[in-house]
């Protein structure tokens, strides 16, 4: 029973235009839920994060989208870079506290 | 850099074999979890201690097990390996003062089990 969805596995951009990764949960106690890049041979790292409280959180580039009654989220990057290119990890949590729950991922590829 | 340091980076086992996978943390972090990620799958929890007592665990047999210690150390064991345990382990620290996204992960330990 997967609770956190990552529907698409992989996602190709071109250099400049927005990348929208998609994620969907079914846990309605999650009210945390992150974004983590991950290089290869490398840990996630963390990108950015929105509470149940907000429905949008804006970092830079990146904008995380949050509807609570679709039980969906979705990260914007824009304009997107080759350097984005990376696989990106949706996570959920209750309260903030691990343990964290992962989506499978999307790996993002921007073309220059 | 997140202060999140593991070892070792790479190592092949047999099956039925023992290992010990290490982590070290930030001064501070008393909380440290383990993640298993298997190729193609995201992140799965394995436990998770604090101040040296586990404190939860995911869906994972009890050859699975850990230690941490005082000086923000930890290991994680794991008994009779099997094929399918072959995968990253990612070690994860958290601050006292939490929250969601002040988790701070290791580069992992690639296990291959042949």
């Known amino acids: 029973d997967q609770q956190v969805k990552q529907n698409s596995p992989s996602l190709s951009v071109q250099e400049g235009r927005i990348s929208i990764l998609n994620c969907d949960y079914t846990?309605?106690?999650?009210?945390?839920f992150l974004w983590y890049k991950k290089y290869p041979a490398e840990g996630p790292t963390f990108l950015i994060s929105?509470?149940?409280?907000?429905d949008k959180n804006e970092d830079g580039r990146f904008t995380v989208f949050l509807n609570k009654s679709a039980k969906h989220l979705s990260l914007h990057i824009v304009p997107s870079q080759p350097g984005d290119s990376a696989v990106y990890f949706c996570a959920a949590t209750n309260s903030g506290n691990t343990p964290l729950v992962f989506g499978k991922g999307t790996r993002l590829s921007v073309i220059a | 850099e997140t202060g999140v340091t593991q070892s070792p980076t790479h190592l092949i086992k047999t099956r039925g074999q023992q290992v010990t996978l290490r982590c070290s943390s930030q001064?501070?972090?008393?909380?440290v979890s383990w993640y298993q990620q298997a190729l193609g799958q995201g992140p799965q929890f394995i436990f998770q201690?604090?101040?040296?007592?586990?404190?939860g665990r995911g869906n994972f047999p009890p050859r699975f097990s850990g230690l941490q210690f005082p000086n923000y150390s930890s290991e994680l064991n794991v008994n009779a390996l099997e094929l399918d345990d072959s995968a990253l382990y990612l070690c994860?620290?958290?601050?006292?003062?939490?929250?969601?996204?002040?988790?701070?992960f290791g580069e992992g330990s690639w296990l291959t089990v042949v």
């Open positions: 994860a620290s958290t601050p006292d003062t939490n929250s969601g996204n002040t988790i701070y």
């Open positions: 846990n309605s106690m999650f009210d945390y």
């Open positions: 929105i509470s149940s409280i907000k």
């Open positions: 001064s501070g972090h008393n909380t």
């Open positions: 201690y604090y101040r040296e007592e586990e404190n």
